[in-house]
């Protein structure tokens, strides 16, 4: 049986569920597989969505001080220098990538993320580094069609890429809002503390990366202008209390984290899902439950965002705190929740372990 050993910074819980599909299909392909990764960072720890499971190994990071910022850096080699393949994190700071891609001819190497810069900007230093790896990597992994692009642009071969259409299991979503009634979904947020009448949806991390504070200036400001602006937020984060003005006006029902049936309630009678920063998988639960999204032009968006292009399915509006109270004035002031006729599925679970299972194959075999 060969070895295949994943490095992740950390797992969340939302990604368990593919790589319990994963370690399935491979061990009908005589692959064994081993996730190593280190410890989520205290924000992260906030968010409430670190993973358990039989098949991850931790790893103990690395803290770098670098002026204010601290850096959790996994070294693992020690772990998975006997594999037979490695995939590491397409990261110019991830050392376990460094090590394997210097070393690469000790076992098979993938990279897999984002491949393009989409949620910060990269140094010169940084895009050096990782452009190297892409060439240097045996095999390459992408989130979504543009990373794929982004690695061929870079002189990797069509062959070597594998799109794996980077996605959470939305199958209990869906069946949750195939039995939930706008009537009863309600019902169950009005038991919440939710107030009757109409709202939009806020799911997702209450922390810097999505941007809180900008959405609490928004707030801000429509409550300046007289606007009626309801949010109803499930969700935790180490940026929650940005909100409590907001929460104290009656401009948001904070539900705290919430599993799969809390997350269909919100999204069932909601007129759309806000996020003004860093809008990723949540892309995947506005197409589940056929939701729009109001976001910003903001440059830093993870690149699920892909998924949600064209149509009438997304409302990105310029990146100020007032054209974004403005967008969530009108869309409550509208009629009724708007409604796409014409919607495409999202991106299934099960695609994206195959989409993977065939890359795996691909890179073991050569």
Avoid at 79 to 91: E, F, K, N, T, Y
Wanted: aromatic fraction near 6%; hydrophobic fraction near 45%; charged fraction near 25%.
């Amino acid at each position: 049986m060969r070895e295949l050993s994943i490095v992740q910074p950390y797992v969340p819980r939302y990604r368990v569920a593919f790589f319990d599909g994963l370690e399935r299909v491979l061990r009908d392909d005589d692959v064994r597989l081993r996730v190593i990764a280190g410890e989520p960072t205290k924000s992260q720890k906030a968010r409430g969505d670190s993973a358990t499971a039989g098949w991850l190994e931790r790893v103990a990071p690395r803290i770098v001080e670098i002026g204010s910022r601290h850096l959790s850096l996994t070294y693992s080699r020690s772990l998975w220098r006997g594999s037979d393949a490695v995939i590491v994190p397409h990261q110019g700071s991830s050392l376990d990538a460094m090590s394997a891609l210097a070393r690469r001819g000790q076992a098979r190497v993938g990279v897999w993320g984002h491949i393009a810069s989409y949620t910060s900007p990269l140094n010169a230093v940084d895009g050096l580094v990782e452009r190297w790896q892409l060439r240097r990597a045996h095999h390459v992994f992408a989130y979504t069609p543009g990373g794929a692009e982004f690695a061929r642009n870079a002189g990797v071969a069509p062959r070597d890429i594998t799109t794996v259409m980077n996605t959470i299991d939305s199958d209990e979503l869906l069946s949750a809002l195939d039995q939930l009634s706008v009537a009863e979904a309600q019902a169950a947020l009005r038991a919440r503390g939710a107030p009757d009448g109409p709202y939009l949806a806020y799911i997702g991390g209450l922390d810097e990366s999505k941007r809180i504070r900008f959405l609490a200036a928004a707030l801000d400001l429509a409550h300046r202008r007289g606007a009626d602006v309801h949010i109803v937020v499930l969700g935790r984060g180490d940026q929650a209390e940005l909100l409590d003005r907001a929460v104290a006006r009656g401009q948001v029902t904070r539900l705290g984290y919430g599993g799969v049936a809390e997350k269909a309630a919100v999204l069932r009678g909601a007129r759309a899902v806000v996020n003004p920063g860093r809008v990723g998988l949540l892309a995947v639960d506005c197409l589940a439950s056929r939701t729009p999204l109001i976001t910003t032009d903001w440059p830093w968006h993870a690149p699920e965002l892909e998924y949600m292009r064209g149509g009438d399915l997304t409302q990105v509006v310029a990146d100020d705190a007032g054209a974004f109270a403005e967008a969530m004035t009108a869309t409550m002031r509208g009629a009724s929740p708007h409604r796409v006729a014409d919607w495409p599925d999202p991106p299934a679970l099960g695609d994206m372990v195959e989409n993977f299972r065939r890359g795996v194959r691909s890179m073991l075999d050569g």
